[in-house]
């Protein structure tokens, strides 16, 4: 199939330094917020690129749960194939594409387990369903088939029908500590506006334009 007709002239307003708030964690949170006003569905969804110890890459979507200055984070299996790249290799890549407004941030850094109280206290805000789902599921394992799952979840169903569900000892947060944060916006003719937001000598943040 010849796709190659499929393209889009993006129009925006040229962004420029001065617009740019000088932390990128604000920058970040004023393109959060355009993002849901603008009725992007799942705007918290990322991708997350890990690369394994042995030089592997791979991508899955995960969903952002919170953000500050000492990082994003979100919640996954300890155990999954994501999980094992990161403990042989704690360098990550974020990417929220936000394609309806014609944007993409690019993040950059280390990615470090969170605390077992602050995953205790994420995992207690979930649905009861996404609870049991996190116990039953050995993420990334190859299995059977679904029946499988479903006669698990019945089963750990029965035995928690009372009280609070625990987190599993294998799942948990990930706070990815930002290094790098670019800021992309299409412009028209290919010209857009990059700007990339990294730490100096000092830990000072540092706004750079790229080339797009
Ligand atoms: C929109 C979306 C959101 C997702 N959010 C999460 C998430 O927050 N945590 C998670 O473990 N998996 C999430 N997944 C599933 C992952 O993409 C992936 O299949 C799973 O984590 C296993 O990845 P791995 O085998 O590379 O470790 C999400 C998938 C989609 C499409």
């Not at 925006?12 to 393109?31: C, E, H, V, Y």
């Not at 599993?168 to 670019?182: L, T």
Request: aromatic share 12%.
């Amino acid at each position: 199939m010849d796709i190659s007709a499929f393209r889009q002239d993006y129009q925006n307003t040229p962004l420029s330094k001065t617009d740019l708030d000088a932390d990128p964690i604000q920058q970040f949170a004023r393109w959060f917020q355009q993002a849901c006003d603008a009725g992007i569905h799942e705007p918290n969804a990322m991708s997350l690129a890990t690369v394994s110890a042995s030089g592997k890459p791979s991508l899955r979507m995960v969903l952002l749960k919170f953000f500050d200055a000492k990082g994003f984070v979100f919640f996954t299996n300890y155990g999954s194939r994501k999980a094992q790249d990161i403990a042989g290799n704690q360098e990550v890549a974020l990417l929220f594409p936000w394609v309806d407004l014609a944007r993409q941030v690019i993040i950059t850094g280390p990615a470090a387990k969170v605390s077992a109280m602050e995953s205790a206290r994420y995992f207690a805000s979930r649905p009861r369903g996404s609870q049991l789902g996190a116990w039953v599921s050995h993420q990334s394992a190859v299995i059977s088939s679904r029946q499988l799952l479903l006669q698990q979840f019945d089963k750990l169903k029965q035995k928690f029908v009372n009280g609070e569900i625990p987190l599993p000892d294998f799942w948990g947060g990930y706070r990815i500590a930002p290094e790098s944060i670019e800021f992309w916006q299409g412009q028209t003719s290919r010209l857009h506006d990059r700007f990339r937001y990294r730490k100096d000598e000092n830990g000072a943040w540092v706004i750079e334009r790229l080339a797009p």
